[in-house]
C-alpha cells in the first residue's frame, strides 16, 4: 500500500505536494551528523514548554503560568485533572452535579470551548474546542502547565483564552512500579497500577488505572472511568530523541436528571471513548539548529442511550440514542534555530477533522433518525521568536490559517519580561498582548432537520493584553504576584431561534462580550510548613447581544456571562516532613448567574455563595533503606462543612465525602 493511502486510512488527507515536502524534511532529519553535546532531553526541571516551540525558563515567559506536579496532585488525592485545577487563580471548573457528569473549565471568563488541552502537545479538544474534563484522570502525569491568554499564533485555533497541557510521566532510574487503591462515601473505588524505568538513552512508563462511584443520586447515577496510558522516549544518539506516546479512557455516565436536573429516568446513561496519540522526532542538524516532527492523533467516540423505562413509556418523546464520532489527525514540521540567548522557530502544520453522527427518536409518533458526515482541512504557517538581553527577555509570534471552510484569519503575540533588580530574586515585571481565535463546531456548520447550521461562519476571535508583577522577599522565603488581564471577544456564534425565513439558518456570527480581572497570589515557604493563597476578582460583560432579547437569554447586553464566579478565593496550609504530609485548603466561590431551565422561557436567577472545606494526609509508614517510601496510608476529606450547593443550577454537588487509600512502591 502506497504511503499516502496508508495515511489516508489513518484520517489524513494530505496532497501529493504536501506528502513530498514532509518527507524530504524528514530525510533530512535522518541524514548522519557528527555527534555533538546537547541538552539531555528528558530533563526540563525550571522549564516552561507550553509558552513557546522550545523550552524556556520561567521568569522569560510574559504571560501567568502554572505549574501543577503530577506527584503533589495524586498526593492530594486527586484523580481527576478538573479537581487539581478548582483552587487556581483565573480558573473555574464547573460539574453538573455527581462525579462522572459534563465538566467544564472556563478561563479567565471566557467561554468553556475556549481552552485549548493538550496531551504532550497534541490537541486533546473537538473540533470547535469542546473538551469534558470529566474523563481526564491524573494517572501517569508528569505535571500540568496551565497558560493564561490567548495562544492561537502558536496553536491556531481553540487556544482563544489560554492552553492547559497535560504532559506524560517517564520512568528514571531502576523498574519500578506502584499499585493504588482508594475506597470511600458514594461508593467511590479507585485502582491504579503504574510502573516504568529509565536512563539517558531510554525510558517509558505505563499505567491503567479505574475509577467507579454509584453517584450521589438515589438511583442510575453510577460512574465508571477507565484509563489506560503509556509514554516512551529514545535517544539513540546526541542528535535524535524520539518521544511517542498514547493516552485512552473509556467512561459509562448514568444520569437520571432531565434539563432542570430533576431525577425522573432510571435508564439513561452516556458513554465515551477517548484517543490520543502522538509520534514525535527531533534531528539536530549542527548544534545551533534542529528539525521537529510531529503526528497527532485524537479521537472521541460516544453517545446517549436513553431507552423506554417500561413497556407503558409509549407517548410522546419516549427513547433517545445519540452516537458521534469526532477525529483530528495532523502533522507538523518545524525548524528550530537556537543561539544562546535568541530562538527562531518556522512550521508548517496540516490537520484533518471529521464527525460522523447518527441519531435516533422514539415517539408515539413514529422514529425519526439523523445522519451526518462533514469534515475540514486546514493549513497553518507559524513563526516564533524569543531574545533575551541582560534583565530583559520578549516574544514575538505569528500564525496564518488557511481553512478550507472559512478561508484564512491570522493570529499574533507578543510579550516581554523585565527583571530590575540585580538578580532574578528580585521584581520581575511581565506584559503580553494577543489575539486568538476559535473554529465552529460541526453542528454549527452543519446542522440539519430542526437547526439549520451555517457553513458559511466566521471563527469566533479574541483580543486580549494583560501585566503582571512578581516579587520575592527574605531570600525568597515570601513571593507575591499580581496580573490585570483584559480580554474582548467578538463574532461569538449565537444560536438564534426565530428567523425570518424557515430556510435561514440558526447560527450567526453577532454577539461580542468582554472579561477583565485581576489575579493573586502570595505564598510563604517555612519547610516544612508552606501557606499558600490566591484571590480572582473577575467582571465579565455582553457588550453586544445580537439577537438575545429578555432575561433568560444566554446574552444579554450589559448583563455578566453565565456561570462565571465574580470572585473567588483559596487558601491552604501544608505541613510537609519525611513522615507525614498534611494540608488543609479552604475555597470561597462567589456569585455568578445562572438560568432556570424548569421555567420556559429560562429565566436569568442568581446562584449564591458557596464555601469548601477539605483535608488531606498521608503517612509514610514503611521505607526502604535508600530512604525511597514503601507503603503510603491516605485519608482525604472533602466538602467537610457539608455546604449544600450547585454549580449548575438544578445539579447538586456531592456533600461531604470522606477517601482511604493505600499506595504500595516496589523496586
Same mark, same amino acid.
Not at 424548569?598 to 526502604?624: C, G, Q, V
Given at each position: 500500500m502506497a504511503i499516502t493511502e496508508k495515511l489516508s486510512a489513518l484520517?489524513?488527507? =494530505?496532497?501529493? &505536494?504536501? !506528502?513530498?515536502?514532509?518527507? $524530504?524534511?524528514?530525510?533530512? $532529519?535522518?541524514? &548522519?551528523?557528527?555527534? *555533538? %553535546?546537547?541538552? %539531555? !532531553? *528528558?530533563?526540563?526541571?525550571? $522549564?516552561? !514548554?507550553? @509558552?513557546?516551540?522550545?523550552?524556556?525558563?520561567?521568569?522569560?515567559?510574559?504571560?501567568h503560568i502554572t505549574i501543577l506536579e503530577g506527584e503533589e496532585i495524586r498526593a492530594r488525592g486527586k484523580t481527576t485533572v478538573a479537581e487539581a485545577l478548582r483552587e487556581l487563580p483565573g480558573v473555574t471548573v464547573v460539574r453538573g452535579g455527581s462525579y462522572g457528569a459534563v465538566t467544564s473549565v472556563f478561563l479567565r471568563g471566557g467561554e468553556s470551548d475556549y481552552t485549548l488541552v493538550l496531551v504532550d502537545g497534541v490537541q486533546a479538544n473537538e473540533a470547535g474546542g469542546n473538551f469534558d474534563f470529566a474523563s481526564l484522570t491524573t494517572d501517569n502525569i508528569e505535571r500540568i502547565e496551565i497558560l493564561r491568554g490567548p495562544a492561537s499564533a502558536l496553536y491556531g485555533s481553540d487556544a482563544i483564552a489560554g492552553v492547559i497541557h497535560i504532559i506524560t510521566k517517564l520512568g528514571q532510574g531502576p523498574p519500578s512500579a506502584s499499585v493504588s487503591y482508594n475506597t470511600g462515601s458514594f461508593g467511590k473505588q479507585d485502582v491504579i497500577a503504574e510502573f516504568g524505568t529509565g536512563t539517558e538513552r531510554a525510558a517509558y512508563s505505563m499505567s491503567i488505572a479505574s475509577y467507579e462511584t454509584s453517584g450521589i443520586l438515589p438511583f442510575n447515577n453510577q460512574n465508571s472511568n477507565k484509563s489506560l496510558s503509556g509514554n516512551a522516549r529514545l535517544r539513540p544518539d546526541d542528535a535524535t530523541d524520539l518521544a511517542m506516546g498514547f493516552r485512552l479512557a473509556s467512561r459509562k455516565y448514568h444520569y437520571p436528571t432531565d434539563g432542570s436536573g430533576a431525577v425522573v429516568d432510571r435508564n439513561s446513561f452516556f458513554f465515551g471513548d477517548h484517543i490520543n496519540a502522538h509520534a514525535n522526532l527531533t534531528r539536530a542538524i549542527s548544534p545551533n539548529l534542529s528539525f521537529q516532527t510531529l503526528v497527532g492523533l485524537n479521537q472521541t467516540s460516544g453517545g446517549t442511550d436513553d431507552a423506554p423505562d417500561n413497556k407503558a413509556d409509549s407517548l410522546g418523546y419516549y427513547g433517545y440514542t445519540s452516537s458521534d464520532q469526532f477525529r483530528r489527525a495532523s502533522g507538523e514540521v518545524k525548524l528550530h534555530a537556537n543561539m544562546q540567548s535568541a530562538s527562531a522557530s518556522i512550521g508548517f502544520e496540516y490537520e484533518h477533522e471529521s464527525q460522523n453522527s447518527f441519531t435516533e427518536s422514539l415517539s408515539q409518533y413514529g422514529a425519526t433518525y439523523g445522519k451526518s458526515r462533514n469534515d475540514r482541512d486546514n493549513r497553518a504557517y507559524f513563526i516564533a521568536l524569543t531574545n533575551s538581553h541582560s534583565k530583559i527577555s520578549y516574544n514575538l509570534g505569528g500564525r496564518l490559517e488557511d481553512n478550507e471552510r472559512f478561508g484564512s484569519n491570522k493570529s499574533w503575540q507578543a510579550g516581554a519580561t523585565w527583571t530590575p533588580g540585580a538578580n532574578l530574586a528580585g521584581p520581575l515585571l511581565k506584559v503580553a498582548v494577543g489575539t486568538g481565535i476559535k473554529e465552529p463546531t460541526f453542528y454549527e456548520n452543519f446542522a440539519t432537520g430542526f437547526v439549520t447550521g451555517n457553513p458559511n461562519l466566521n471563527p469566533e476571535q479574541s483580543t486580549s493584553w494583560e501585566f503582571g508583577a512578581e516579587q520575592n522577599f527574605i531570600q525568597s522565603i515570601f513571593r507575591i504576584s499580581a496580573t490585570y488581564f483584559n480580554q474582548k471577544y467578538r463574532d461569538v456564534i449565537q444560536y438564534v431561534a426565530l428567523r425570518q425565513n424557515p430556510l435561514d439558518p440558526n447560527f450567526l456570527n453577532v454577539a461580542k462580550a468582554e472579561s477583565k480581572g485581576l489575579e493573586l497570589e502570595a505564598q510563604v515557604d517555612l519547610q516544612p510548613v508552606q501557606i499558600g493563597s490566591s484571590w480572582t476578582l473577575l467582571r465579565t460583560r455582553v457588550t453586544d447581544s445580537g439577537f438575545d432579547e429578555g432575561n433568560g437569554a444566554t446574552f444579554?447586553?450589559?448583563?455578566?456571562?453565565?456561570?462565571? &464566579?465574580?470572585?473567588?478565593?483559596?487558601? /491552604?496550609?501544608?505541613? %510537609?516532613?519525611?513522615?507525614?504530609? =498534611?494540608?488543609?485548603? *479552604?475555597?470561597?466561590?462567589?456569585?455568578?448567574?445562572?438560568?432556570? *431551565?424548569?421555567?420556559?422561557? @429560562?429565566?436569568? =436567577?442568581?446562584? &449564591?455563595?458557596?464555601?469548601?472545606?477539605?483535608?488531606?494526609? @498521608? /503517612?509514610?509508614? $514503611?521505607?526502604?533503606?535508600?530512604?525511597?517510601? @514503601? !507503603?503510603t496510608f491516605r485519608i482525604k476529606g472533602e466538602n467537610l462543612l457539608d455546604e449544600n450547593y450547585q454549580e449548575i443550577l438544578g445539579f447538586q454537588a456531592p456533600g461531604r465525602n470522606l477517601t482511604i487509600g493505600i499506595t504500595a512502591h516496589i523496586n
Open positions: 484520517g489524513f488527507k =494530505i496532497e501529493r &505536494p504536501i !506528502v513530498s515536502t514532509i518527507f $524530504l524534511q524528514l530525510g533530512l $532529519l535522518i541524514t &548522519p551528523h557528527g555527534t *555533538f %553535546a546537547q541538552e %539531555a !532531553v *528528558f530533563h526540563l526541571e525550571g $522549564l516552561v !514548554v507550553t @509558552a513557546s516551540p522550545l523550552p524556556r525558563e520561567m521568569h522569560s515567559i510574559a504571560n444579554v447586553e450589559g448583563q455578566s456571562l453565565l456561570r462565571r &464566579p465574580g470572585r473567588k478565593f483559596s487558601s /491552604w496550609v501544608r505541613l %510537609a516532613s519525611t513522615k507525614t504530609d =498534611i494540608s488543609v485548603h *479552604f475555597s470561597r466561590i462567589g456569585e455568578r448567574d445562572d438560568r432556570d *431551565f424548569s421555567t420556559y422561557p @429560562a429565566t436569568r =436567577i442568581t446562584m &449564591p455563595t458557596h464555601n469548601l472545606f477539605s483535608i488531606e494526609s @498521608a /503517612w509514610r509508614i $514503611l521505607r526502604k533503606t535508600d530512604n525511597q517510601t @514503601a !507503603v
